[in-house]
């Protein structure tokens, strides 16, 4: 009795011992289940992932970080290069979510503009392509980047160039190769079911049916993801948007580096689609509670049939890195794009129309980013499709002197960040800063409209006003790029009339469109109320504003290069 009680210990010993291998070798192949799991070998790809259990903890990871949305990756800790390269990683822009911004801590690699591809001729739509989103890019995955890597950057005013990737004939008939080799790599994995058939007859069913469980879920998906032509890139008939591109290290208010480049007609990233996310996300669900239960049910079988599920487990692992060796790279198979360079001059009106929404979104994205803070910005213009009539001064009329007051009507304000992102994208040296209190003010005179450069400054007098005695007159003077509360900031404007006189206007509750009055000052009225120092502003006197308005003039000058 005592001898057999000791023998049950010692194989209650052993299989524990082997229990834990087992739970240790979880980890083992995980890059490779990993990169399964993201897609990079198509859909077929998340079945061979599945077939063994090494490495379980990694696809899991790899689940939870495609399904989720991209802004909470570093939030629950799946963010990974491995996730980023397969997915890329941005936030639109029509959403605020500056504390998502703030998390990911890095700079932008370049923006994404979605375009629906019915709408891209001038007959179907008087207003151009219809822009759905914009997106801000903090990772290119890998299709996207290669295409990058293949093209130049603009690197000056004379050399605007955008990269159109017209639809690769070809890519069909790879598509139908490629696709009929995944078929049979699904099907091989059928193979999977020689295990449960073991197990199921060594009595112990439940673990076949357990560790089987994956592999079911992503058999099906898999299936799925394949009927729908989307197991490795759109059907042509089936995408209904495509992507404009602008990369470079995007340019902010304080910081403009970089080279901008502008690709129109980027394949959208298939794995983004729906249907991939929901296959991932009950694939995490079954993933977790298959290893759960897994480890529980091996505790409860002797010692032979653990060595046998860790054989079959050793098996699929080599099944699982050859298929990975052999199979069609997700970043390699369609990627060879048909490349068209063009000229601003060149290139087709539809085209110009999609730049341009470039443009507008690069000019959000600084708001996003703008110490001022987007609330400072929200009657600002975010798109140009009409020429402006510009005109250097405002026509004043003789008879009304300096200290008068007079009536405007502002129909639209083009702000710094539209100004400073065309400077930028045409490959100019006029930077964020230079820019920075520059504006064109659109107002409606004798029923016509009429666009003047002209100078603004953001004001926010502190709550504490300074008490450092030797820097007290100088903390007066706020330089560019400092920030503000929220509470009650108020843009001055100062529009050139002629003569040395100025219209001087400034906004009520954040709002400057509208009827509104202005009262006409000289240069020295401007010194003096500067020089006074209650503004809190960078600016000292009238030529400060001067060389505001002679920026604006230029920043207005490149802007309207692309309504030619």
């Known amino acids: 009795m005592a001898d057999s009680v000791g023998i049950g210990s010692g194989a209650l010993k052993v299989g524990s011992g082997l229990i834990e291998i087992a739970a240790l070798t979880a980890l083992v192949g995980s890059s490779t289940a990993q990169s399964l799991m993201l897609g990079n070998r198509g859909a077929v790809g998340l079945v061979w992932a599945a077939m063994s259990m090494f490495g379980v903890l990694s696809m899991i990871k790899a689940c939870l970080a495609a399904s989720i949305p991209a802004w909470l990756r570093d939030t629950l800790g799946v963010r990974g290069v491995e996730a980023d390269d397969a997915l890329g990683l941005s936030l ?131 299936m799925m993801l394949q009927a729908l032509k989307i197991s490795r890139e759109y059907d042509q008939n089936m995408s209904d948007s495509e992507l404009d591109v602008l990369a470079g290290q995007l340019p902010t208010p304080v910081k403009s580096e970089g080279e901008p480049k502008v690709v129109l007609g980027v394949t959208k990233n298939v794995r983004l689609h729906i249907c991939w996310k929901l296959v991932w996300g009950f694939g995490s669900i079954v ?64 085209y110009k129309v999609r730049v341009r929404h470039l443009l507008s979104a690069l000019s959000q994205y ?48 083009v702000g710094d960040t539209l100004l400073s992102s065309a400077a930028w994208m045409l490959g100019s040296k006029l930077s964020g800063m230079d820019l920075y209190d520059s504006c064109v003010v659109v107002l409606t005179v004798n029923g016509k409209s009429v666009a003047i450069p002209s100078a603004r400054v953001l004001s926010e007098p502190p709550i504490e006003r300074p008490s450092d005695l030797e820097l007290g007159s100088e903390l007066q003077f706020v330089p560019r790029g400092s920030s503000n509360t929220g509470r009650n900031p108020v843009w001055w404007y100062w529009i050139p009339c002629g003569h040395n006189r100025w219209l001087q206007a400034h906004t009520e509750q954040k709002k400057i469109l509208g009827k509104r009055k202005a009262t006409v000052v000289s240069d020295e009225q401007i010194t003096q109320r500067l020089a006074i120092g209650d503004l809190y502003v960078g600016i000292k006197n009238v030529d400060d504003v001067k060389d505001i308005v002679r920026h604006s003039k230029l920043g207005c000058e490149l802007l309207l290069r692309f309504l030619d």
């Open 287 to 350: 993933s977790a509670m298959a290893l759960i239960a897994t480890y529980i049910t091996l505790g409860k079988h002797d010692i032979k049939i653990i060595c046998v599920w860790i054989g079959f487990q050793v098996s699929w692992l080599a099944l699982r890195s050859v298929f990975f060796h052999f199979a069609e790279g997700m970043d390699k198979a369609f990627h060879r794009p048909f490349i068209v360079r063009k000229e601003w001059q060149s290139l087709p009106w539809r």
């Open 92 to 222: 639109m822009l029509e959403k605020e979510e500056f504390k998502a911004r703030n998390s990911i801590a890095r700079d932008t690699v370049g923006l994404v503009s979605e375009i629906q591809k019915e709408v891209n001729a001038k007959s179907a739509s008087d207003d151009g392509p219809l822009q759905t989103a914009s997106y801000d890019i903090y990772a290119l995955d890998q299709q996207t980047s290669h295409t990058l890597s293949l093209l130049s950057a603009i690197k000056d005013q004379s050399s605007f160039t955008a990269y159109i990737l017209p639809r690769d004939p070809f890519s069909k008939s790879r598509l139908i190769t490629v696709t009929r080799y995944d078929w049979w790599c699904l099907l091989a994995s059928l193979v999977k079911l020689v295990e449960l058939f073991v197990l199921w007859k060594l009595n112990a069913t439940a673990l076949g049916l357990i560790t089987c469980g994956i592999w079911i879920h992503f058999f099906f998906g898999s």
């Open 366 to 413: 600084q708001m996003h980013v703008h110490p001022r803070r987007l609330y400072c910005y929200q009657e600002d213009m975010q798109t140009l499709e009409t020429i402006l009539n510009i005109r250097s001064e405002f026509p004043l009329d003789p008879s009304i002197a300096v200290g008068d007051t007079t009536d405007l009507s502002v129909s639209a304000v």
